[in-house]
């Protein structure tokens, strides 16, 4: 996990084009889980799950060769995150990454926390591979 600040949009693009530029490394499955934790929420400092999500909005994109598919997930009436089926976007290969990237920005931005406030929280990227 890479953590980045939010409080530059370049940088956020930027990195967001970098990760989205790279095919995420295969990493093995532990046979055993030897130590309680969460690599994310210790990237961020926070020890509970309920914590996170209270502030966070997650984006998942999954990258095939017809284009990449994004989610978001966010908090639904009931203060637990849910999968938002009105912002599930499918983009066409042919599509450059640019235009994802920026499509991703402009919800962000439209989140209640931004509106708000200061986000409070990272965003929070795989790391480049090595």
Request: glycine share 6%; aromatic share 4%; charged share 25%.
């Amino acid at each position: 996990v890479t953590v980045i600040g939010v409080d530059s949009l370049d940088d956020i693009r930027t990195s967001l084009l970098m990760a989205l530029s790279q095919d995420n490394p295969e990493m093995p499955t532990p046979d055993v889980v030897t130590e309680p934790g969460s690599v994310v929420l210790e990237a961020v400092g926070i020890r509970r799950w309920e914590a996170f999500e209270r502030g966070a909005v997650l984006y998942t994109l999954h990258r095939k060769a017809s284009g990449i598919t994004m989610y978001v997930t966010g908090r639904g009436a009931d203060g637990m995150w849910t999968e938002r089926k009105d912002k599930e976007k499918l983009f066409d290969a042919r599509v450059p990454l640019e235009q994802v990237v920026e499509l991703i920005l402009e919800d962000v931005l439209q989140q209640p926390e931004v509106q708000t406030k200061e986000p409070s929280l990272p965003m929070l990227l795989p790391p480049p591979e090595l």
